[in-house]
């Protein structure tokens, strides 16, 4: 069956569902997992004629911060279960794309993602990352609702 599982996180309380969910699923399969947390690159972006591309440290800081905390709680739940985890920050451009390349080079047999992550005005420009991964994934994908 499967033996190590990617799954996506983004802090959402959907996504830690589905991380709690994979690891149980992990844990009665004796699979390690891989928890990743997908943060943009910064890309170029011009508003108003202001280049405002580069956050200041400061909030860079802090977000870089909230990732860790929530990395850090997962490998606490997968200690809890005495399930071999990974939890770690890939930056991509696009969140599917890092999904996929870190399932590749990690050498995963399934990727494990909630139905959907942060909503608004982004999620509707940009469409769904979990329908992007189901759609150019060459593993099976566990989607959790």
């Not at 972006?45 to 440290?57: A, H, S």
């Not at 860079?60 to 911060?65: G, S």
């Not at 770690?88 to 494990?112: F, K, M, N, P, Q």
Request: aromatic share 4%.
């Amino acid at each position: 069956m499967y033996k190590h599982i990617l799954v996506a996180t983004d802090g959402t309380d959907l996504s830690k569902r589905a991380v709690q969910n994979t690891l149980d699923l992990a844990k009665a399969l004796g699979a390690r997992v891989t928890a990743v947390r997908v943060s943009g690159k910064p890309a170029h972006v011009v508003v108003f004629g202001v280049d405002i591309t580069d956050l200041p440290e400061e909030t860079r800081a802090r977000i870089l911060k909230d990732i860790e905390d929530h990395l850090a709680w997962v490998r606490s739940e997968a200690d809890a279960r005495g399930v071999p985890c990974e939890a770690i920050r890939v930056e991509s451009e696009h969140v599917w794309t890092g999904l996929l390349d870190t399932a590749e080079a990690r050498g995963c047999d399934l990727i494990a993602m909630a139905s959907h992550g942060r909503a608004g005005l982004t999620a509707k420009l940009l469409g769904s990352e979990t329908k992007k991964v189901l759609t150019h994934s060459k593993i099976p994908v566990l989607v959790f609702r």
